[in-house]
């Protein structure tokens, strides 16, 4: 499990919670579910991303927010 909070002048712009839910569909990849909270809309995008824990937790965030943009 992992948070990352974002900031702006130490005001919460955003959350995203995330956990390694299991092997991925392909060989190689681990699966991750998320959630990224949005407090000033107080909107919630959930989802899950395919990931190679190799790339580090950096790449798999980018994975997430770019997920999250197109999930809106």
Known sequence: MFTIEMRVNGTLIAH???RNVGDGRSEGLTQYFYELYRAGNRK???GDV???RENGIEALVV???ADAMVSE
């Open 63 to 65: 994975k997430i927010l």
């Open 16 to 18: 995203v919670y995330g």
């Open 50 to 52: 395919e990931h190679k």
């Open 44 to 46: 919630l995008i959930t």
